[in-house]
């Protein structure tokens, strides 16, 4: 069994600061890159940022400069510093991954969180 567990989502103010954090546990041969996405009501589930396995990162437009992704390889966890919060970043967020379990080591799965809710509003 291997998953994904969100946690650090509510409500904040617009201009106010989240971290979000995605722990993955279960029998994990290697983890490649990890990412964090959101989905808005009425809207398509959206890229907001990835980290590879050496550290590199990208960022939706929309967030750059305001959101920070990191890793920490020893407890499998990936983070979303999410800081100058707006109305428009009301979402659910989901942790993603790109893993390769012991059992089968050449076939690479890509396994989601659950979800965080993010509201941020006055």
């Known amino acids: 069994q291997v998953q994904l567990v969100e946690s650090g989502g509510g409500l904040v103010q617009p201009g106010g600061s989240l971290r979000l954090s995605c722990a993955a546990s279960g029998t994990i041969y290697s983890i490649n890159t990890m990412g964090w996405y959101r989905q808005a009501p009425g809207k398509q589930r959206e890229l907001v940022a990835v980290i590879s396995s050496s550290g590199s990162t990208n960022y939706a437009d929309s967030v750059k400069d305001r959101f920070t992704i990191s890793r920490d390889n020893a407890k499998n966890t990936v983070y979303l510093q999410m800081n100058s919060l707006k109305p428009e970043d009301t979402a659910v967020y989901y942790c993603?991954?790109?893993?390769?379990?012991?059992?089968?080591?050449?076939?690479?799965?890509?396994?989601w969180g659950q979800g965080t809710p993010v509201t941020v509003s006055s």
């Open positions: 993603n991954a790109d893993i390769r379990k012991f059992m089968f080591p050449n076939r690479p799965v890509t396994i």
